[in-house]
């Protein structure tokens, strides 16, 4: 929070109780504004943070990440007419990834939720959604309230961070299963007050690898990292920043907004907006469970079939695509679509994008050709580059569901 002494025009980003620790840690100063927080995008290399979240244990500050509590009898019933998966199926001790869609079924927002109790929930966003969420419980007997500064979270992923938890003494994480949560005490803490720091641990999170998210009290934060990090230096613990946690997301396929799709609540230009079913989310709508906003509409896009989905594409050469154009073939004269994210990826060693494809290229097999420039030594050179539609995700390791993880 701001003092008197720190107007808000010195000081326009809020620092994460994990502030400090991080910028002791950051040998680049690269910091990056996100919920208006200020945190950090790399620390040290990319390569060696992405190389912590693949082969060791990374720790990656979610406190930005918007909270919302939503308690009531109607609890339920109100989030089932939010989104548009069944969450009446995720019961106490449990996480649901959810959309939800306005009337035309165009995509608002994606999140977590999680199931804190009976008729208490909190549902996780990227960007702050009070006023969707507030103009969408009229009716409904519910309390919404914004608690992201009441609550400090910390990634803690890598093939290492189950047994690093367990040496920390968080006894039973390892019986956590993919999407589930408990109650855990962290003891002998980096601090002498108090001996135990009580925590909230889900087994979730945006790398598609092995890995679990810790929620805490904002004043244990930084005895936590410092227990994690004094625990983690036999495992090659480091702090991760966003452009390494891009590369590993985009390896699980996982959508970032702003990037893959942008709200419907923000969009300036008609025919941006996109749907679930166009990102590959049909999964997560379910048009059995009763009504939900935008649900006609998208019942109506089901029966038409898809004009243009979001897929992946493997990509020839090592040149990341960003923001190239795709086109039909190889003489660029037909445009097809165009890339959402891409990188190089360094665990399949193949060069990755997702992109929103007009129909039929959509369909698993078919060649694109990517428009990709590059600049050497001051001089920019176009190469048309065949791109072939392939499954997401595209890198899944047994390890990310296996239940009790190996110890590693």
């Not at 999170?205 to 936590?224: C, I, Q, S």
Request: aromatic share 10%.
């Amino acid at each position: 929070m701001l003092t008197a002494s720190e107007p808000h025009y010195h000081q326009p980003l809020l620092k994460t109780p994990f502030h400090e620790r991080a910028r002791a840690a950051s040998q680049l100063d690269s910091f990056v504004a996100w919920s208006g927080y200020s945190t950090v995008d790399v620390f040290t290399s990319v390569e060696q943070e992405y190389f912590a979240i693949r082969n060791a244990s990374s720790l990656y500050d979610l406190t930005p990440m918007v909270k919302y509590r939503i308690a009531g009898a109607d609890a339920l019933r109100f989030l089932n007419r939010l989104v548009t998966r069944d969450l009446s199926k995720t019961g106490p001790g449990r996480v649901a990834y959810a959309v939800w869609c306005n009337d035309e079924g165009r995509l608002i927002d994606d999140g977590t939720v999680f199931c804190m109790a009976h008729n208490e929930y909190r549902v996780c966003t990227a960007e702050r959604q009070l006023d969707w969420l507030s103009a969408s419980a009229i009716g409904f007997d519910v309390e919404i309230a914004e608690v992201t500064e009441e609550v400090a979270a910390l990634a803690v992923q890598g093939p290492t961070s189950c047994a690093l938890l367990r040496a920390l003494g968080l006894a039973g994480v390892e019986r956590l299963k993919p999407f589930e949560l408990g109650q855990f005490a962290l003891p002998g803490a980096a601090r002498p007050a108090p001996a135990r720091i009580e925590m909230m641990v889900s087994r979730t999170g945006f790398t598609g690898d092995l890995g679990y998210e810790l929620w805490m009290r904002p004043a244990d934060a930084e005895g936590v990292w410092d227990a994690l990090m004094e625990e983690g230096r036999s495992r090659a613990i480091r702090p991760v920043g966003s452009r390494a946690l891009n590369i590993a997301r985009i390896e699980a396929g996982f959508l970032l907004p702003n990037l893959d799709f942008v709200s419907a609540a923000h969009t300036l230009r008609v025919g941006t907006e996109r749907s679930p079913l166009e990102l590959g989310l049909a999964w997560l709508v379910d048009f059995n469970k009763g009504h939900f906003t935008g649900r006609r509409a998208l019942l109506e896009e089901q029966r038409r079939g898809p004009t243009r989905q979001l897929v992946g594409l493997d990509i020839e050469g090592n040149k990341p695509a960003h923001n190239a154009l795709l086109y039909a073939d190889r003489s660029g004269r037909k445009p097809v679509g165009s890339v959402t994210s891409a990188t190089w990826s360094p665990t399949c060693k193949r060069n990755l994008a997702l992109a929103m494809l007009d129909a039929p290229y959509i369909a698993l097999g078919s060649t694109v050709w990517a428009e990709i420039y590059l600049n050497r030594e001051l001089v920019w050179e176009r190469r048309m580059a065949r791109a072939r539609v392939v499954e997401r995700p595209f890198y899944a390791p047994q390890r990310r569901r296996a239940t009790p993880p190996a110890d590693f």
